[in-house]
C-alpha cells in the first residue's frame, strides 16, 4: 500500500509513457496512472457465508424452477440443450449448480488491450478499471443546457475520458450520437474511440452486422492475427430483465465470444418492476441472469472473455420514478461483489457515479459519491458510469463529468489504502518537533508536503473572502471551466497514417453501402 | 438485519413514541427512529493485525519517549504522577502499555440519558448517534446569505435537530451565539437544548465555571440525584494538538468526570501541521492524544462515560488551506474505528458531512458523502458534524442542514443491511410474474412498495420536463423551502412547568452576577 507516492499525474495531457506489461510487476507510482490499477484495500463483506449460499441458492432455484427465455435465438438454445440443459420453447431450464458448472471455464483475469500497449488493462482479480458514462440521448451543460447528443459530443467525452489519468477506458456509447443514423452510429463511434483514444473500448451491440463491423474495425486497428487470439473491445449485452434475453442482445453476445472478444453481461432489473422490490431478490436474480449469459458466452467460446456485470436501481414507488444511489441498491452493489467473487470472475459494478437528480447539484455527488463507495468497496474491476451521469443515465453533463473525476481521482488514491511503517510513522518528527511546536517545517513534512495529499483540479476550499470575490463560484461553474481547458488542449493519440487512413476507408465505404435507417 | 420495515418516520414532527429500554429488546422498526440506533451491518477493517500493531505501538513510543504535556493543571499532574507516570514540568510521560492500561476502567458502553427518556441513547458497541455541526461562528442562507449566528440561529438548528428523526442528540455549540456575551453564551445554549428540544446534548466547557453551570442546569432539568448517578450531558475535549492539554481544557475535562458525565477527548490534528503529514502518523498521534485524555477522566473518576473522539483533517499544502473529506482523512477514520474497538470504549468519528466547500454545492456533498461513507463503516458510535456543515466547520448552513438530513436517513437506511430469508427472497413472486413479466402486480410488491425503500425529503430524479416546468430548481433550492417548513411546524417538546421556571431563573440570576464580556 501506498501513500507516500509521486504525485499523481494531473490531468492536463494524457500520459504517454510507455511501459506496459512492466508496470504491473512494478506496481508503486505507476499504479495509479492510467492502465493498470490495483486495489490495495480489502473488500468491504457485507453479508456471511449463510446469507450468500441462500442468494445462491435462490438464483439456482429461478434457473432450474422458473428458467430463463432466449426468444429467438435457436442456437443459443441448441448450444444449451447440447450441454444438458433443459429447453421448452424458448425457456431454457439449467439443475441446480449448471449454471456455476458452465461458467466455470470464464477465465478470473484477462487482458484488455488497448491500441497503445500502456492503456491496456487487466480485468479480474483486485485490477480496477474506471469508465466514463454509457448511453445517454442527451447532453447539457452550463452554457447551452440539456439537448439531444451529437457525434461532436460523443467525440468529446472521448476526448475529456482519453486525457484523465482517472479513467482507464474510453467506454462505449459514450452519448448516443442522434445526429447520425441509427444503422451507421456504430461506425462512428468505433472510429472516435479508435482515433481519439487509445484506450481500450466498447464496440456495438445493437445488431450482429454492427458487433461485427465492431470487430472489422478491431482488426484493422490491431491486426487480425493479433484480434484473433486477444480481447481489444468488450460488448455490453443487456438482459431483457426479468429472465429474458433478446435475440438482438443473445446474438451480439455470440458473435463477441465467437471472436474471442470480451462480453460483459448487464442484467438490468428496477426493483419491483423487473423483479421483486427487495434487495435480497435483486441480487439474487442478478446473479441467475448474469451467469445464463455468462454461461451462453462459454459455450459459444470455452474461456473466452467475460465480465459479470449488473444494473440495478431503486423506484420511487410514490412516482414511479427511477432512483439511483439509492442505500438499498448500494446494498445490492456490495452483495453483487460478493457473489461474483465467489464465481471468481471478473465483476463489472452496477455502480459508478449515478444520480437521478436533473442537474449537477448537491443531490447528483451525493447519490454518486454514495454509489462509487459502494462500487469501490464491493470489489468491483469494472465501473461504468464513473463520469458525467445525469439524470438516471439520460444526460451526460460536461460539467458533471469533470466534477466526477475529482471524485475518481480522490477515489483511486484511498484505494491505495494506508502505509504504515517507520518512513509514515515518522518517530524521528517528534524529535523535531515535541509537543506545542508545529510539523510545517520539520523534514518530513517539507520532505512530503507536495506530494502527501491528493489534489482535486476543481473542488476547492480556502478563504470565504477570497471565493466571494471571485464570485462565489459553485463546484459546477468551475467545471464549466476546465471542460473547455481540458478540450483545447486536447491532443489526439499518435496513429499509424494506414491503420488511419483504413479506418477512415472502411467506415466510408460500409457507409455508402447502406441507406439511413432512423430505428 | 431489517430490509422490510415499518415506512421510517417522515420529519415533520418529532416522535412522540414511549418506551425507552424497551425498544432496545424490541429492536425492528423502532431502531431508525430516535432514540436507539443500531448498526447491524459489518464494520470495515482496512487495516490487518501486524498495521494496526504498529500504530499501537508507535503511540506507546510517542508517550513514554515524548510525552505529553498537561499545562497550567498541577491537579492532572499530581494524578498521574499518583498513578506512577512521570511527570517532568508539564510534560507527563507513560510506560509502554501504560496508557492502554488506565483507560480499562473506561465502560465500553454507555447510555447517555435525554430529558425525555425516549431519546436517551447508548453509546459504544454497535449503537450509533448522529448530532448536528459544532461549533461554527457563521450560518448562511440563500435568502440571507453568510453572516455571524446569533442566538437565534442557534435555536433554530436545535428546533430543526429536534424536528429530524435522523439526528439522535442535540449537539452542542451548534452555531457560536454571536450576539450574547461570550461568558454567558453557555447558559443560553443549555437553556436552548434543555426547553427547545428533548434530545441529549453537549454542555459548556469554555471555562471550568462554565462547565459547572452546564451541570447545574442539568440537575434542575433532571434531579440531582439522578445527575450524581448518570450520564446526563456531554463536554467536549479539543486536545492542543501536537500533545498538549491546555488548562482550560483538562480542566472541564475533570470538572465533567468528576459529575460522572461523559467526556468526550478529541484530539484536533491538520496532518502536516498539528503533527506529520501521513495519514499512519496522524491515526498513531490521535490514539496516543486521546489515550491520555482518557486516562486522565479515569483517574478523575474511574468508570466514569468517556468518548474516544477525534478530528482530523488534511492540508491542501499547495495553499495552505485545509481540506475536509478527502481520501486521506478517511482512511484515518477507518482505522481510529479500529483503534477505538481494540481499546474497547465508544468512538466518536472525526468524520461526519464535514467538507471546505463554501456553499451547498456538489462539491460540499461529494466532500460529506464520501466522509461520512468513511464515519459509519469506521463503526463510529457518535457522528459530530452529521449535518449543516460548511466551509471547514466556520459556518452552519440552513439549505446544507437538511440536505445533510436526506443523507442522514439513507445511511441509517443502509446500516440496517441486506435481509436475506424466503420473505425478503419471494419465490412465489416468480410463480406469479415469469421471464419477461411486470412485477409491479405481484401480491409482494403490492404489500411491500410504499416501505420497501427509503424515500427522501427533497432529493428528486423523475421527468426533466416536469422538473424543468418547476424551474429547474436546484436541491439547495428545494432546501431552502424544507427548513423553513420545518420551522414553521416547530412545536416545544413538553417540560415540567417548574422545571422550565427553574431554568429560565437559574439563566437570569447567573446573567445578573456578571458583566458582559467579550472574549
Not at 357 to 378: E, I, K, V
Request: proline share 6%; with cysteine; glycine share 10%.
Amino acid at each position: 500500500m501506498l501513500s507516500e507516492r509521486a504525485l499523481p499525474p494531473q490531468p492536463s495531457l494524457p500520459e504517454r509513457r510507455r511501459g506496459g506489461r512492466a508496470r504491473r510487476a512494478a506496481g508503486g507510482a505507476g499504479a495509479t496512472k492510467a492502465g493498470l490499477v490495483l486495489r490495495r484495500i480489502p473488500t468491504y463483506e457485507l453479508l456471511g457465508e449463510e446469507a450468500l449460499l441462500a442468494l445462491e441458492e435462490q438464483a439456482d432455484w429461478i434457473l432450474s424452477e422458473i428458467g430463463i427465455e432466449f426468444r429467438g435465438d435457436a442456437e443459443a438454445r441448441r448450444l444449451f440443450a447440447a450441454a444438458g440443459c433443459s429447453v421448452e420453447g424458448d425457456r431454457v431450464r439449467f439443475q441446480p449448480g449448471q449454471a456455476t458448472a458452465l461458467c466455470a471455464t470464464a477465465p478470473a483475469e484477462f487482458t484488455l488491450h488497448a491500441r497503445d500497449p500502456h492503456y491496456s488493462v487487466a480485468l479480474g482479480g483486485d485490477h480496477l478499471v474506471l469508465m466514463p458514462g454509457y448511453g445517454s440521448p442527451f447532453v447539457t451543460d452550463l452554457d447551452r443546457g440539456r439537448r439531444y447528443a451529437t457525434i461532436e459530443d460523443f467525440r468529446n467525452f472521448v476526448k475529456l475520458a482519453w486525457m484523465s489519468p482517472w479513467l482507464h477506458h474510453s467506454g462505449g456509447t459514450v452519448c448516443e450520437p442522434t445526429d447520425i443514423p441509427v444503422n451507421k452510429r456504430h461506425l462512428d463511434m468505433v472510429h472516435a474511440h479508435l482515433t481519439l483514444s487509445a484506450k481500450p473500448f466498447m464496440g456495438s451491440v445493437t445488431a450482429p452486422e454492427r458487433a461485427a463491423d465492431s470487430i472489422e474495425m478491431s482488426r484493422i486497428a490491431f491486426g487480425a492475427d493479433f484480434v484473433a487470439e486477444n480481447a481489444v473491445m468488450q460488448g455490453n449485452i443487456n438482459v431483457n430483465s426479468p429472465l429474458v434475453f433478446d435475440e438482438t442482445m443473445s446474438g451480439a453476445l455470440r458473435t463477441y465470444a465467437e471472436a474471442g472478444q470480451c462480453v460483459c453481461v448487464s442484467p438490468a432489473i428496477f426493483g419491483g418492476a423487473m423483479g421483486p422490490v427487495t434487495p435480497a431478490a435483486v441480487a439474487a436474480q442478478t446473479h441467475a441472469e448474469a451467469m445464463a449469459g455468462i454461461a451462453l458466452a462459454q459455450l459459444a467460446r470455452p474461456g473466452c472473455p467475460i465480465v459479470y456485470g449488473s444494473f440495478h436501481n431503486t423506484m420511487s414507488l410514490k412516482t414511479g420514478s427511477l432512483t439511483f444511489g439509492s442505500p438499498e441498491a448500494n446494498l445490492v452493489t456490495l452483495v453483487l461483489g460478493q457473489l461474483a467473487r465467489r464465481l471468481d470472475v471478473p465483476v463489472r459494478s452496477g455502480g459508478g457515479q449515478i444520480t437521478s437528480a436533473n442537474s449537477a447539484d448537491g443531490q447528483a455527488m451525493a447519490d454518486s459519491t454514495s454509489a462509487m463507495w459502494a462500487t469501490l468497496l464491493s470489489g468491483a474491476n469494472q465501473v461504468w458510469h464513473a463520469a458525467g451521469w445525469l439524470e438516471g443515465g439520460l444526460t451526460m453533463g460536461y460539467e458533471k463529468f469533470v466534477m466526477d473525476l475529482d471524485q475518481c481521482g480522490a477515489m483511486l488514491r484511498m484505494i491505495e489504502g494506508m502505509e504504515v511503517n517507520a518512513g509514515t510513522l515518522t518517530p524521528e518528527s517528534y524529535r523535531e518537533a515535541g509537543p506545542g511546536e508545529n510539523f510545517l517545517s520539520t523534514r518530513h513534512t517539507l520532505q512530503h508536503f507536495a506530494t502527501a495529499n491528493f489534489i482535486p483540479d476543481i473542488s476547492e476550499g480556502g478563504a470565504f473572502e477570497r471565493w466571494a470575490e471571485d464570485g462565489c463560484r459553485t463546484v459546477e461553474e468551475r467545471a464549466n471551466d476546465r471542460w473547455k481547458a481540458m478540450l483545447s488542449a486536447y491532443e489526439p493519440p499518435p496513429i499509424d497514417p494506414g491503420v488511419d487512413e483504413a479506418l477512415t476507408e472502411f467506415v466510408a465505404r460500409r457507409k455508402a453501402a447502406m441507406g439511413d435507417d432512423w430505428y
